[in-house]
């Protein structure tokens, strides 16, 4: 596994450096994801273990943490009903695109709903799988929403020039104070671990996000997360989603995948719609808007939201809220609308 991580790193760093060269957003997180992906479909032995996944999703986690200042939760108090009525939009998205793409692929009933729920995809794998999914079809549908998603929005929003004008969230710890640093890291870890034990998903996300996110609003600073700690972890978790391609990948069911492909840009188009309508109704900016409502995972939307200096904790926060609610009513929700 460490060898096959190592060579995972080689094709990784040079393609994250590329993009750095090329000034593509989230480089650190791009050239990784599509590079590792693109060489493991081609047949490379690469790999990532689990614990660099969750080193990844640790600094990601922790980062996000460090916006969530009392001003700003008094701020983001205020989008709570917004907020409810994004998560209801999410669940009816997946449920649509479920609809949509058992006409176009003719897949059962079980694997369409779990591969277009908006959820993360080990969570929908293990949860289509209890409900008689296909798996492999679910996750390969997933891991591509997930390619599509980080593959377009990012470079819209930035090429629309989104963050024009707006004022900085930035983390309330304004200095990188490394004995400070020791104690956020084993406290943020000590949340993921309670997480962790208790099988709640995203562990290494939301355990180090709620911790640093209750010592921040308390206005305990003690250090913010250095850049290259964010940038390493962007590096793992891209790692971690190019490995899950294989070239079984390519194979598998290919009118599945160009159906899964095709509902993905519709929901990417509707959730556009959507979000053009919240910012309106809701006075967000568009940019905001869009990250915070589109299919994609909490640590892109919420790290691209920061590279573009957009409401990093709107963002987050829509994405933490419809992440636990999908994975809570996903499984309920496929019973009631069961044939």
């Not at 967000?284 to 904790?313: D, K």
Request: with cysteine.
């Amino acid at each position: 596994m460490l060898r096959s991580f190592g060579l995972a790193l080689l094709v990784a760093v040079p393609a994250a450096l590329a993009c750095v060269w090329l000034d593509t957003p989230l480089p650190w997180l791009i050239g990784p994801l599509f590079s590792t992906a693109a060489a493991c479909m081609l047949g490379a032995s690469l790999a990532a273990p689990v614990q660099v996944r969750q080193a990844g999703q640790w600094a990601i986690g922790t980062a996000l943490g460090l916006y969530f200042s009392a001003p700003v939760l008094a701020v983001l108090a205020r989008y709570a009903p917004w907020i409810a009525l994004a998560v209801l939009f999410a669940l009816a998205l997946g449920v649509a695109g479920a609809w949509l793409l058992r006409r176009v692929s003719g897949t059962d009933h079980a694997t369409a709903f779990f591969a277009m729920a908006v959820g993360g995809a080990s969570e929908m794998a293990v949860q289509g799988e209890r409900h008689g999914a296909l798996v492999e079809r679910v996750a390969a549908a997933h891991s591509l929403r997930i390619m599509m998603v980080v593959g377009t929005i990012p470079f819209i929003v930035r090429a629309l020039h989104a963050s024009a004008g707006l004022p900085e969230f930035v983390p309330a710890a304004s200095e990188v104070h490394y004995p400070g640093l020791a104690v956020l890291a084993l406290a943020t870890a000590a949340g993921a671990l309670l997480l962790t034990r208790r099988d709640l998903p995203n562990a290494w996300v939301i355990g180090p996000l709620v911790v640093a996110l209750a010592l921040t609003a308390a206005g305990i600073h003690l250090s913010r997360l250095p850049e290259w700690a964010i940038r390493t972890g962007q590096l793992f978790i891209g790692v971690s989603l190019g490995t899950r391609f294989t070239p079984a990948f390519v194979h598998t069911a290919p009118r599945f995948l160009a159906s899964v492909a095709a509902c993905t840009g519709v929901a990417l188009l509707l959730a556009a719609g959507f979000a053009l309508a919240l910012a309106q109704f809701a006075g967000l900016h568009w940019g905001t808007a869009v990250l915070a409502t589109s299919p994609g995972g909490i640590a892109e939307m919420a790290l691209t939201a920061r590279v573009l200096n957009l409401g990093v904790p709107v963002v987050t926060a829509f994405h933490v809220t419809r992440m636990a609610v999908v994975v809570l009513a996903v499984g309920p929700v496929y019973r009631r609308r069961k044939p």
